[in-house]
Structures are given as C-alpha cells and as structure tokens.
C-alpha cells in the first residue's frame, strides 16, 4: 500500500464528516433544550409529550428521518434526566457516607447514559454492503487459511479442515493450515510423563490427518502469545495474500471466499472483511433458563446490528474468526498482536491506526459451536472482559495516533460495554443501601420521580426495543448481564489491579453433559438472591413500620423488586440440562444410496434428513426391499449421501444402527458414524451440514421476531416464577444426586440462488462440482523459509506433492 493511500484514508470522508457535524450541530440544540429551567409540573408534561412521541414514532424506526427523530427526542428525555440528577438530588455532605453513595450511584447512572448515547450514535444508520464485484480467476489473490487449535479433537479439526480446503476459489491460490498449539515442541519435551505422551500422539495424528486431508501442519517450538503467538508462527513460513481465520469449531460454507475476497480486488486500502458467528447450539444461559426457540440468541444483536452499525464509521474490528485479513496490513504491524488476551480485537485495532479500512459483511459463513457448560461460558466471557479491559488501559483509542474521531468513539463504545458487571452490580445493590441502612443515595419528590426518572426510563427501554427489535427482546440484555455480572466482576477487577497478568484460556467446545446437576459456581449468584430477596422483604417491613417514608419506599421497594425478578429470572442458569448429544444436529435434505448389513450388494434409496458430525438420521421408504425387521439396532450400516452440486465429495461413510421406528409410510433409521473409517469422509460431512450458507441465513432470519415491551416483560415475570420453582426443585435434589455420584452409581455431569462463486470469481470452475479434484497449491510458490526443514525438525509440514485427500485412517 503506498504511503499516499495511506494519508487519504486517514482524513475523515465527506459522508462521515456531514452525519458527525450534524450529531454535534443536534446534541448542541438538546443541551440547550434539556436545560432551560421550567416548573416541575412543566417539566412533567414535557416528559409525557416526550414519552408518547417517542413511542408514536417506535412503529417507524426502520424510516431513518423518523428514526433520528425517535432518537433526537430520547436523547433530549435522558440528558434532561441527568441534569436534573446532577443539580437537584444529591444529599448533600451533611451524611458523608449517604452523599458518597449517591455520588457512586450517579456516576454509575452517567455511565449508562454515556452508553446510550453512544448506542444511538453507533447503530442510528448501519449499514447493508452490496455483493463484491465479479473478478477475474487470474486476478484473485492468494489465501492462506489458518485453523488455530489447541485441545480440540481431530474428528472435529477433520470437518473444519475439509470444509476450508474445499471452499470454492482455485486450488491453485488456496492453502489450508493448521496451526496445532497441543502438539509443540514444549509440550512434547514437558516434565509431564502424561502431556508429553498425549501431545506426542497428538501431532502424529493430526500430521496424518492434515496429509490425508491435502493441509499443512504447523506448530512451534514453544507456547507463546497464545493465539496470537500461534498463528504468527504459521504466518513466518506462508506468503498468500490474504488470510482467513477459522477457530477450530467454525467450519466454513463454501461461499466464504467468493462472498468476501473480491471486496480486496475492488479496495487496496482494505485491510479485513469481517462476518457473523453463527452457533448450531444454544449457549447455556439460553438453554438452561429454557429460552423459547424463535427467541433470538445472545449474539444476534451484536452481529445483526450493532456491528453494522461500526461499519458505518469504519469501525468494524476482527473478531477472531470468520474473518479475511490482507497479509500486508498484518506484516505492518509484525502480525498478530499478543499484548493482550483479545488478540482479535487488539490486531484490528494496530492496523485500523496505521490507516488501513475495514468492512462488515452480515451473512453467516461458519457455524460454530458455544460452551455446553455455564462454568465454561464464565471462562469465555470472562476472558473477553478482561482483555478488553487490558485493550482500554494498556492500548486506550482514545489515546492512540493514527485513529480517526469515529473510531475512537466505536472502539469506546466496544471496551465500555465490559464494565457492565460493576455497573450492573451496582444497580443491584445500591437500593439495598436504603433498605438496610437507610442511607439517603437520591433525593426527589414524587412529582419528580413522574416528571423526570418514569419519563426517562420508559423513554430508554422504548429506545432499545426499537432499535433492537428484531435482535434482542426486551429485558434479554439484562436478563444476561444479571446472570453474568457476579463472576465477571472478579475478572474485571483483578485486570484493573495487574493489567498485564490476564492469562488467555481456551473455551471447551466438545463438553457433554450427562445428566442435570446444580453448577459448580453456583454460589455467587445464590447469595446475590438470597440478599435480593432480604431487601424485598425488609422493603415490606419498613413499608408498614415507616408510613412516613410511604413514598420514597414505593420507588426503592420497585428498584428492588425489579432487580429480584431479574435475578430469579437468572437463577435457572445455575442448573445444568442434559446433553448428551457430543455434537447438535442440522436439518439437511440430501439423498442418499443405502447398504444394510447382510445385504450390502442391495443399495436402497432414502433421505437423510438431520446431520450432525457424528451420526445422522436417515428415511428409508418401506418397500419390498426393506422391512422394518431387517434394520436391526446395532447393525453395521453404510450409507452415501448424494451431493449433487459437489458429487466428488461424496463418500461412503460406514456406521451402526442406534435405533430405528417406523414412521408412517417410511422407516426412519438412527445412525452413529464409525471412528475407523478414512479422513476423506470429513469431506462428505463438511459439505452435507455445514455446505451452504443459505442453511445459515435462513435460520438467522427465523430468529427476527419481534416482541413488544409489554410481552416482554410478563414473559419475564413468567420464567422469573419458573426459574424461582425449578431452581429450588434442583438444590433440593442435589445432595442426592452427589452422593450417587461418591458411590459410583452415577456420572459426575460434565464429559470432556445461482452460485455465488460463479458471479464472484470470472473463469472460475468448482473441480468438486464436475468430479475432479482440482490443481493443489504449488509448493515452489512457497518462500523458502517454508519448505519443509531437513532432518527431524516437522513442526512445518507440507502435504504430499501432489496434495491429495485418501489413505485410511
């Protein structure tokens, strides 16, 4: 990239620079206007007049003059608020520890306003990008593709790996890496008796599948910088020109490179083209509170509009995976960074201020798999929040030449949401301040509390439905933040006391769980409860023993009855659900020729009509050449899938017969895949669940149902009753559960259109599509560095020349 683009990308374009002009020319106008000092009783009518506009308008926010008008008047209704929190309800020095509170609580408030604004700023216009533009196959670049894994098994490394090696893009220009960080050097030489033989085992295994498999292996000599460390370490030894990132559950559709590589064609000043993550599993929040279906899931919001949103003011930041980053941009900076946990975000961030651009592109290309437990989703998450604040304190955008206004701002707004476990713990405690010690943390009259704080809340929440609407129901956020914030706040803190001693730990994605028991971390929210419940309580006593203070406890007691029905709401996530099942299933629709044991020269057609990497459901219609006594449970049976649009990655898979029933007119067949069977089957796999976006699409627009605030807030109250019964019911049945366990009778709980790529690429020909199997990557195109080292050194290897998918496993 020349050093004259890089100048020009830094100024602030003429779009950006009209819509930041008019927000700074609009908020101006809302200060004035929320400050003009008027009676109580005006002010009150203003609300109100405020509150109906606002909610009048709520049915046309897809409008966008009318949207900024929705958002104009909400914010005029907060700053309003704020004002008048700041000027007229603090108590005074008179009781310093009362006036200390209320100043924690109303910096706690400020910030959430600062979030809001933010919000209204980010997400008022997101953006929708077109289709790259058609370039020609000699004309694309090259791509090297990294899978970085640690500890995850070779059965699931398998699909992923074919899946991205049968992308649809010239062989010629594609190669396929896994970067295996369980398999170094370290860990081969480790004191450890028992880790150096699994890793040992490991890279040997994974050598052979990345040779069947026509991939790279990589690995290093010791385990540095994580992640990042990892996928530099494959980058010292690769020249492509783009590079794509997969974790090791996101399997790849293979549309991916066709939707997303032409945008660096068409733009040299484009660093990253980021996409959704779709997960084929609910994460345990969801699944344990028992979440209706068409509820959309936890990330929707984030992926479904909040980072189109950023993509308005080339905000859009790397994620981690399904993701496309231009090698130049990388090698700028010295490749993936490492200072922090978040190397995703941390990368995106160094490049974005060398002046390189970004783009968000909303359709789902990977579909990957959540935590199955709430003990692993509370690593996860409280890894993120805990790099993200090692992002804001040691590498503040605020701070950092290079960004522009905007992306500053989007960077903000990303790292702020993290403090949301302290905020929210706040929220939750601070009534009980009052309640129990009778601290004065807000002073106002009832009048007040209608003209100002009812005005404002209504406002806030009407605000985000609207916006929101179709990504996040009403009170999910909160819902989420509740269950969270009791275990985050921990992270948080210790981050902000020793800024560089976050450790990075993988997220275990191949967990079961093999019957319902209470977590293991329960206790933090069970105490949280029980003192909620406490303040309810002393809130009823106080309402009867005090009728002086009648009015000061309706709006206390209401604080504190909301944060209650929240938290029992939560209580559900503590309770562990059943699951068996080591991989979910995906309804497919795909033919298939069918052999069953004793006759295996008699092929039967059926339908597969779920998938998932391990087993599949088939239907065999009842005929004369099969009976339902012939299907016999534990049978061996061979079955292939037709692929019509990929017929050279169809492939026998051998398995056993779990169960079979019949089903009308048909007999429906329950099949596990054989482990002994040859890699190349991945192949099959990979294309038959996870080939097609428009799988993906059309599951994401099923989530997009709306739910009014109303809705929402009775089918709060509803799972709140139910979390609270169901809950009990579980600890209550716990000490029984744990003792079958001590005896042995039980298991503890937790188990380890037209083709886009024919409009993409000009000239281009799938070599799956017409039976052959394509022209592998050069090995000479290769720098030197990456040719394979002489003598024992394989931490780098290539595949056979030419590459090839086969051999046994």
Known sequence: MSLIAINRSRQIPLFQGMWLAMWLVLFMVIVILAAVPISVWAQALLGVTGVMLVVSLRPFSEVAPLRFIMLATAITMVLRYWIWRVTETLPGWDSPVSMTAAILLLATETYTIFIFFLTCFMTADPVTRPAPPTVATRDLPTVDVLVPSYNEPASMLAVTLAAAKNMHYPKDKLRVVLCDDGGTDERINSDDPVKAEQSAARRVELKKLCADLGCIYSTRARNEHAKAGNMTAALDRLDGDLVAVFDADHVPTRDFLARTAGYFVERDDL?????????????????????????????????????????????????GSAALIRREALDSVGGFSGETITEDAETALDIHATGWKSLYVNRAMIAGLQPESFVSFIEQRGRWA??????????????????????????????????????????????????????????????????????????????????????????????????????????????????????????????????????????????????????????????????????????????????????????????????????????????????????????????V????????????????????????????????????????????????????????????????????????????????????????????????????????????????????????????????RRRRVAEGEAKPGIAADAPVHVSAFDGYVDPVQRGGAGTPASVTSLPTAARKPSGDDDTFVLPPEPMRAGGDR
């Open 271 to 319: 660093f990253l083209v980021q996409t959704p993550h779709f997960f084929l599993n609910p994460d345990p929040i969801n699944r344990n509170i028992g979440l209706v279906d068409h509820c959309p899931p936890e990330n929707e919001m984030f992926y479904g509009h909040v980072h189109r949103g950023l993509d308005r003011w080339d905000g859009t930041f790397f994620c």
């Open 386 to 607: 805990a790099g993200m604040m090692q992002m804001l304190l040691l590498k503040n955008p605020l701070m950092r030449k290079g960004l522009g206004v905007t992306q500053r701002l989007c960077y903000i707004n990303s790292m702020s949401f993290w403090f949301f476990p302290v905020i929210r713990m706040i929220f939750m405690l601070a009534p009980l301040l009052y309640l129990f010690f009778g601290l004065e943390i807000f002073v106002a009259t009832y009048t007040e509390v209608i003209a100002y704080m009812v005005t404002y809340v209504v406002t806030a929440f009407v605000v985000q439905n609207a916006l929101f609407n179709k990504t996040r129901w009403p009170l999910m956020s909160e819902l989420y933040e509740t269950a969270q914030s009791p275990y985050l706040v921990r992270a948080i803190g210790k981050t902000f006391l020793k800024p560089r001693g976050a450790k990075f730990n993988v997220t275990a994605k191949d967990e079961t769980l093999d019957q319902e028991f209470v977590s293991p971390i329960a206790g933090p929210l069970l105490w949280l409860f029980a003192l909620l419940g406490a303040g309810v309580l002393m809130a009823g006593i106080r309402y009867v023993m005090f009728p002086g203070d009648r009015e000061v406890l309706q709006l206390v007691g209401g604080w504190a009855v909301f944060n209650f029905v929240l938290v029992g709401a939560a209580l559900q996530v503590i309770h562990e659900k059943q699951q068996r099942r080591g991989a979910p299933r995906v309804t497919v629709d795909e033919p298939a020729d069918v052999a069953l044991a004793g006759h295996p020269e008699r092929l039967l057609r059926a339908q």
């Open 609 to 736: 009509s779920d998938a998932s990497i391990s087993g599949v459901r088939l239907i065999v219609p009842v005929s004369n050449e099969i009976l339902p006594g012939q299907v016999v449970e534990g049978a061996p049976i061979a079955f292939r899938p037709l692929l019509e649009d990929a017929p050279s990655l169809s492939h026998p898979i051998k398995g056993t017969v779990c169960w079979s029933r019949r089903n009308g007119n048909a007999i429906e067949i329950g099949v596990e895949m054989s482990e002994d069977q040859p890699w190349i089957v991945a192949e099959t796999v990979g294309h038959m669940i996870y080939g097609k976006s428009a799988r993906w699409d059309a599951i994401r627009q099923g989530y997009f149902k709306e739910m009014g605030l109303i809705s929402g807030m009775a089918y709060m109250l509803k799972l709140s009753a139910r979390g609270m019964v169901l809950t009990a019911k579980a600890l209550a049945a716990e000490p029984a």
